[in-house]
């Protein structure tokens, strides 16, 4: 079947850049969007971002596009502890094109595995993306 999902690799340059984001010592929360290059059929640093909240990085979703996120959050938990967990957040709003979220889809776990992130969320509208939203999810991995 030629026309089989199409599984994007992760541009070279970009593994390393995540690879050092992985081991920042920065404390504030940043993130790192990235997209699928149909073209060359790569994973592509779209852009960072620094001190962004989830409900900034929301506002620089498009809504009618999918795109991969990597977001170092400063997580406070209940009992005061603070941590700096790696999320990878999917959106793959509604509306998008077929072709284009099956690329996306296809290409998701690769980009997580060379990542080597564990914290894995989907959205399906960039409203979902707020700080609430990211705790409630992060609650599951304490």
């Known amino acids: 079947m ?28 940043a ?3 990235m997209k699928v290059d149909k073209d060359r059929q790569l994973v592509v640093l779209e852009e960072e971002f620094q001190d962004i909240s989830p409900e900034e990085l929301r506002c620089e979703l498009p ?6 996120v990597v977001y170092s959050y400063k997580y406070v938990h209940d009992d005061g502890r603070v941590s700096y967990p790696l999320c990878f957040i999917f959106s793959s709003p509604v ?14 776990n690769r980009l997580v595995q060379a990542a080597e992130l564990t914290k894995v969320f989907e959205i399906r509208s960039t409203d979902d993306l707020t700080e609430q939203w990211l705790k ?3 609650a599951f991995f304490r």
């Open 136 to 138: 409630e999810r992060l």
């Open 2 to 29: 030629s026309d089989s999902l199409v599984v994007c690799d992760v541009d070279p340059e970009l593994k390393e850049k995540l690879k050092k984001f992985r081991f920042r010592k920065e404390t504030n929360n």
């Open 63 to 68: 809504e009618r596009q999918p795109r991969f």
């Open 95 to 108: 509306g998008c094109k077929p072709e284009q979220q099956m690329m996306y889809a296809g290409s998701k």
């Open 31 to 33: 993130a790192i969007m």
